[in-house]
């Protein structure tokens, strides 16, 4: 039997969107999967969008958590596959394939893919590369919803801190470059990821938030504060763009 892949969604108040999440994942070919989806209570029609599809969902919780790394950690305690995915209810997979192509690879610790990331813009890809301290002071190297990863490492690196609330996710891949977990690249893309989720709208905690967790894995203050100082010119430089333009 093909290994098992937990796919795990964390929603709360997401009727717009949640569908397309679910039926990306039950959609996929590949034959062996969990999925498990983690509200946080939703007030909208989030679960009765959910309950079309309870006899193809293997584990729903709805209930109010702390946040959204407080609902990943409780969906990371429920999985039993050897791999564990992260699909956000605003994000879904770009064709039926990915869990196979992504079955087809391991044994892996992390493995990153490409990530569609949609705007009212348009599209842009964002392409994975490898862990590099020098450069992580400046961002990740690849986006969280399309890593892919070994149960193992989760086990032996923890689960998400909960002392972040936009940048944990961050965090957590930041402590796995810092133990030598092995980072493996496929050429694919993965997910469709829109834009415009709690890391965009809180942009500058954002930032705030990863520079904190680079100090606190790699102690350089000073490649932190130039991150910082980078990444927000970046930001407004490009909000100025987008007006004249």
């Known amino acids: 039997m093909s290994i098992k892949i937990s796919v795990i969604t964390v ?6 969107t949640i569908l397309d999440t679910i039926e990306s994942v039950l959609s996929q070919t590949h034959d062996n999967i969990e999925y498990i989806i983690i509200d946080g209570g939703s007030t909208d029609a989030t679960l009765d969008i959910v309950r079309k599809y309870f006899d193809k969902i293997s584990v729903v919780v709805s209930e109010p958590d702390n946040g959204i790394y407080d609902a990943m950690n409780k969906g990371v305690m429920l999985a039993t596959g050897e791999v564990v995915a992260i699909l956000n209810a605003d ?21 990153a893919t490409s990530t569609v990331v ?9 392409h994975p590369s490898h862990f590099d301290v020098g450069k ?18 989760y086990e032996r690196i923890g689960l998400y801190s909960q002392k972040y609330s936009l940048a944990a996710d961050c965090d957590f891949l930041m402590r796995c470059s810092k133990r030598g977990v092995e980072l493996s690249i496929l050429d694919m893309e993965s997910v469709y990821m829109r834009s415009g989720g709690a890391s965009d709208t809180g942009y500058l905690k954002g930032r705030k938030e990863y520079y904190s967790a680079y100090c606190n894995n790699f102690g350089r203050r000073f490649w932190a504060s130039v991150g910082f100082l980078i990444s927000i010119a970046e930001y407004y430089a490009y909000k100025v763009y987008r007006r004249l333009f």
């Open 136 to 153: 992580l002071y400046l961002r990740m190297p690849f986006m969280h919803p399309s890593s892919f990863v070994s149960r193992k490492v």
């Open 11 to 16: 929603v709360y108040n997401g009727q717009d």
């Open 118 to 126: 949609e705007s009212n813009e348009g599209s842009a890809v964002f």
């Open 91 to 111: 994000d879904y997979y770009v064709n039926q394939h990915v869990l196979e192509n992504i079955s087809n690879c391991y044994p892996f610790d992390i493995l």
